[in-house]
């Protein structure tokens, strides 16, 4: 293919995902590496086939905040210890997932969700869109009908794992999926890991056109933000968000909540321009009052708080810091005020961020040289 046909193919894939066309150094980009775009059209959402073979869980994305060097498609700003699988499902079929979700004392939480390929969830309050852990512990047979796939979506696995119980993910908690009443096979590790690999630099450029950024040189402590669009939210989750700017540090202090109703909470932080995990902190690692400080690679420190840098590669307003929390009780976007029948509307500012989440809500200090 030549290059003008090359142009050509790239603006059109890039319209399947919904984003706005491509700017000239993003064609120069791909252009550069084409072979990615083929492996994303052959192996990818597009096509959803590995050769002639339907394939499940052709993709799986992760941050090892332990050594992150061996993360694997670290993009949409995943957890410190999650787990994501994703199978594509194709319009005009039915889908079963079949299993069950691990007990919570070895994944903290487990749900599959259907997404558009935007990464947005598929909104639908009659036919389960995502399903969980807590609401399905037993044996789960998930059904995702065509009427639910007008387009191209993808189903995402989620495993929050409890990292001081296991290192992995076992094969046998991936759900068996069933397209129209036949069994696919599964990716293979090697199989995933290598479609994962090659999607990874493509996946980057399409989620910097889709995702929310804020760019403000003011820090800001951490609000509730009006959409995480692109991200993949997943219902029953908060994100809230403390913008960096300009400080050279923030120190995060706050308590630890006591209850079944939330049963995992971290911090991360986020190149907000990459979507990739730069820092991740599950609670396990935090005492139950907890204080501790996030920096710059180069802030100077000497005390006795624990620290966690930001490598060099994300910088000033670039740098964003999530704190994650799933919650049972009234899952978000579901927002009511407090003592109050009405809805808040998003975004929340700090301050009614703060009013909102009241004893788990953390404190921040931002800090200069």
């Not at 079949?98 to 969700?113: A, R």
């Not at 706050?254 to 986020?270: H, K, N, R, T």
Request: proline fraction near 9%; hydrophobic fraction near 35%.
């Amino acid at each position: 293919m030549n290059p003008a046909d090359q142009i050509l193919f790239i603006e059109k894939q890039f319209n399947n995902f919904g984003c706005n066309p491509p700017d000239l150094d993003q064609i120069e980009y791909w252009l550069s590496h084409y072979d990615d775009i083929e492996r994303l059209i052959n192996y990818g959402p597009t096509t959803c086939n590995t050769k002639d073979k339907d394939l499940g869980w052709v993709l799986e994305s992760y941050f090892d905040y332990q050594k992150p060097i061996d993360s694997v498609l670290n993009i949409a700003a995943p957890s410190a210890v999650s787990y994501y699988y994703y199978t594509f499902v194709t319009p005009g079929n039915n889908y079963k997932f079949v299993g069950e979700f691990p007990n919570e004392n070895l994944s903290f939480q487990s749900s599959l969700t259907l997404y558009t390929l935007l990464g947005a969830p598929v909104l639908n309050f009659e036919i389960p869109y995502t399903i969980n852990n807590r609401t399905n512990p037993d044996s789960v047979n998930w059904e995702v009908p065509a009427e639910l796939i007008p387009e191209t979506r993808l189903v995402l696995l989620r495993i929050y794992l409890n990292k001081q119980e296991l290192n992995s993910v076992p094969d046998s908690w991936l759900f068996k999926i069933y397209k129209n009443n036949i069994l696919l096979s599964n990716a293979t590790n090697d199989e995933r890991e290598k479609y994962s690999n090659a999607l990874d630099p493509l996946l980057e450029k399409l989620l910097q056109a889709l995702a929310p950024t804020n760019y403000q040189d003011e820090p800001n402590s951490f609000y509730l933000p009006e959409t995480i669009n692109g991200l993949f939210p997943q219902p029953s989750h908060y994100y809230l968000s403390c913008l960096m700017g300009n400080a050279d540090a923030v120190q995060i202090s706050g308590v630890l909540p006591e209850s079944s109703d939330i049963p995992y909470l971290d911090f991360i932080g986020v190149n907000q321009t990459t979507t990739r995990t730069k820092i991740g902190i599950p609670f396990y690692e935090l005492p139950k009052e907890y204080k501790f400080i996030i920096a710059n690679y180069d802030y100077p420190y000497t005390g006795n708080l624990p620290i966690f840098r930001f490598p060099q590669d994300t910088t000033g307003n670039h740098r964003i810091i999530v704190f994650r929390v799933i919650d049972y009780k009234e899952p978000p976007p579901l927002l009511r005020k407090p003592n109050s029948p009405e809805f808040l509307s998003l975004p929340l500012t700090s301050l009614q961020t703060k009013e909102y989440f009241n004893n788990i809500y953390p404190n921040t200090e931002f800090l200069y040289k």
